[in-house]
């Protein structure tokens, strides 16, 4: 939960104190917009139920009873909440109404006026809440009228140091853009096909989270995921290289990882990708340490079958608390939600090592037809998780098993300080595999190729392939006389 600064209070959303950097600034007006279903009302109930002192809630459309029920099926207890309700009565219907000499402000206007001024002088609320309160400009005879009215509210409540959350509905036929302007702040609720979204787009006198926040709305409420922004995430971590956990992979990379970077681990389906990750998450186990893998492509059950048959004892990992396994689903979660789910590992349970897989997974959850996007979210996440000194793997997975060679699958290669490849080659009739580094930032590497193999007994590379050529593509061909292959076994 964020800390409120001096000063400051709370949303009764605890991320969304952390967008607002630190909370509301008390006896203020905030404007909550959206269309119907939004989570307009939901919103200004965390409001009313987050702080001490009384709370008044003013309710000019939807009855006090419909109000608390709704609340208490997600989880908000509306029991210390003191409702002026003044949503209209079924007489209202019945008895059909009519304003042909007085204008309905002159009617129901001044009626409404009195009794706000009457709850907040008797009740003496801290906090208070309106509902919606473009109902008003349906009293007010001409918008002029309107903009006065408003104004002459919110500076009482102000003189009362009351802080007032109101909503409305902004409409072709009665837009709300008055009521943005003389508030002091304004959240715009959405909802479209990729989910719910908050954005700040208002805020007096201090600084907020930009971007559009994911919203869920649970049994327990409103959740609130903030756009990840890596700054201020910094934290003071050890320079040194970690073992990836066999001898040879820590040659081919001058000495093993540097903590606290991006590796890649590029290459075809099947090739090896996720079980290079795991590996170093064993030797990561070894040293103590904690590790989380987010499969978006693969399930837990397979994955640790997979790994117990080479001699990878992620089950043991598991039991032990050194490694963490989450099924992420990419079509149902948003970058801001995975990038919450890291940063829950990352600081409250210590997570060293993350690993990712894969990629491709990943860009299903931003839901973007093009690259930036993925870049974007992911650069940022990654940019968190080295600034945290976490190494972090990510599997890119190759589209093609052999032939025309690239180091990584949509663009992504700028944000690794590592790129570890495999890729199959045939020879003699034989499928095979090699590993190789296309790049380390921290310090020079091995340029050979080496043999990469998965059996029983785990992972091996072998020696450096420095009689074949053309590996790359797959198809390699001996360079010199003898059987190359061979000499390598």
Known sequence: MVSLPDGRISTGISDLDDVLCGGLIPSRSYMVSGDPGTGKTILGLHFLTAGEGESLYVNLEEP???????????????????????????????????????????????????AIVEAVYDIEPARMFIDPMSELQHLAPDTYQLRQQVSSLLRFLREQDVTLLFTTQSTSDVPDDDLQYLSDGTFELTQDDEGRHLRVTKFRGSQTRGGAHTVRITDDGIVVYPVLIPDGHVVDFPDETISAGIPELNQLLGGGLSRGTVTIINGPSGVGKTTLGAQVMKEAAGRGERSVIYMFEETTRTFVTRCTAVDIPVDTMVERGTLRIEEVQPLTQSPAEFASMVRTDVEERNAEVVLIDGIDGYRLSIRGEDDDSLHREIGALCRYLRSRGVTTLLVDSAETVTGEFRATHGGVSYIADNILFLRYLEVHGELRKAIGVLKKRTSDYERALREFRITEYGLSVGAPLRSLRGILEGTPEVVGDGDAWDEHQ
């Open 64 to 114: 006090a009873e419909e109000i608390t029920r709704n609340a208490a099926a997600v989880g908000i207890d509306t029991d210390d909440v003191t409702f002026l309700d003044l949503s209209p009565a079924a007489d209202v219907f019945v008895e059909e109404r009519e304003y042909d000499v007085f204008t309905p402000d002159d009617v129901e206007g001044s009626s409404l006026r009195s």
